[in-house]
């Protein structure tokens, strides 16, 4: 069976991988399914983020990366793909995957298996490896090491930007 891992991925970090990682374990293939968050502010352009999801990715032989435009149900099932995988961190996270699982269930019958955040990675974010990375803070062990350096290089561009 197929399933989709959908997210913004901005940047994806160590529990990002994690869940794909574990998702692959379970089903035959996984595709990353790569989105905007209309609510967030992004670090990284949409190509940019599959672009480096593929580079994280590349280890993994069943998991394959595209962008997601429009609804995630219309994306899994123009993939031939009855079930989301997420992961979840906190009950915060709960309620609000919760209602998404519920949106997509009711309107295309997609179903959404949620899976428990590692512990050791149950305090990452892409929102403060943004904010740690910008000012200055080491992030290269949250996030896949294929995608650290980039990281780093788009903090400095950003600096540079702003004249610092
Ligand atoms: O990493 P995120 O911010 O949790 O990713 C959110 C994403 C991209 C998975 C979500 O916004 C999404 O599913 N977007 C597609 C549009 C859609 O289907 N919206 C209705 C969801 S109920």
């Known amino acids: 069976?197929?399933?989709?891992?959908?997210?913004?991925?901005?940047?994806?970090?160590?529990?990002?991988?994690?869940?794909?990682?574990?998702?692959?374990?379970?089903?035959?293939?996984?595709?990353?399914?790569?989105?905007?968050?209309?609510?967030?502010?992004?670090?990284?352009?949409?190509?940019?983020?599959?672009?480096?999801?593929?580079?994280?990715?590349?280890?993994?032989?069943?998991?394959?990366?595209?962008p997601l435009d429009g609804l995630l149900v219309d994306f899994c099932r123009s993939r031939g793909a009855p079930v989301i995988v997420k992961g979840v961190r906190s009950c915060g996270d709960f309620e609000y995957e919760v209602q998404m699982a519920q949106w997509n269930k009711e309107l295309e019958g997609i179903e959404t298996l949620l899976i428990p955040a590692a512990a050791k990675w149950s305090y990452l974010s892409s929102t403060k490896v943004r904010e740690v990375a910008s000012l200055g803070g080491d992030v290269r062990p949250h996030v896949p090491l294929a995608i650290a350096e980039q990281v780093q290089r788009r903090v400095a561009e950003l600096r540079q930007a702003q004249g610092e």
């Open 1 to 66: 069976m197929r399933a989709v891992c959908p997210g913004s991925f901005d940047p994806a970090t160590a529990g990002h991988l994690d869940i794909i990682e574990r998702a692959a374990v379970c089903f035959d293939e996984v595709i990353v399914a790569v989105g905007q968050n209309s609510a967030k502010s992004h670090m990284f352009s949409a190509p940019e983020r599959v672009e480096l999801m593929r580079a994280a990715c590349a280890h993994l032989s069943s998991v394959s990366v595209s």
